[in-house]
């Protein structure tokens, strides 16, 4: 009877035990541990995955920077075709006509191109002040004097015939002064049709430009 007794206490405080783990056991709260803040000078260790994470994320960001500020295309120059050259801005009226008809929309363009087109006969001056006192003197002899760039030079006249420039030379000369005759240039104006390339239409612009001595076709970047 006496055993019997001990083992159903045996029994019951092994029972109120397991009720007082599973029900009343307060989980035990996590411990942290701080660390001391490293030293400026000291490099945190990086994993090689880190380091390709980051490299990765760092070339992407600089694709879609260079994305942002130049699309796809942007530093690849348009070709377009120009069509000329003609001699006054009146003859592009038709030829104009005849592109749209290609599907071609055209705009006009000029350019300028410096020649040699005789002689001049120039006379640099040291000082602004003399320069006009010489202009004047000039002038009074019936000889056209104007400046031209930012050297206090003058120009006594442009020649296609150099017989004329020997004359005017001769002429400043008299007078005391000390011109030379240099070779002479001009800007000349052209005019074209420009439009955006299509080598399909190659032929019948050939044909176009051959209506009219003188015009071709040439391949340009696009102003």
Sequence with gaps: MRFMFFLFLLFALNCGYFVWQVFWTVPDEPVEHSLHPLPPNVRRLVTLKENDARQSSQDTRKIEDVTATQPPGAV?????????????ESGLKSFEKHLEILGLTARPHTRYQRERVGYAVV?????????????????????????????????????????????????????????????????????????????????????????????????????
């Design 76 to 88: 690849m120059p348009l070709t377009c075709q120009a069509l000329g050259p003609f001699l006054a």
């Design 123 to 223: 006379l640099p001056v040291g000082e602004y002040k003399e320069a006009v006192q010489i202009k004047r003197r000039l002038e009074k002899e019936n000889i056209t004097a104007t400046f031209i760039g930012m050297d206090n030079v003058l120009s006594l006249g442009s020649f296609r015939d150099k017989s004329l420039a020997d004359k005017t030379l001769a002429r400043a000369q008299a007078l005391g002064l000390d011109p030379r005759i240099e070779p002479g240039y001009a800007n000349r104006s052209s005019y074209w049709l420009v439009f955006q390339r299509r080598d399909y239409q190659n032929g019948d612009l050939a044909g176009l430009a051959g209506k009219s001595s003188g015009l071709r076709v040439e391949d340009m970047v696009c102003p």
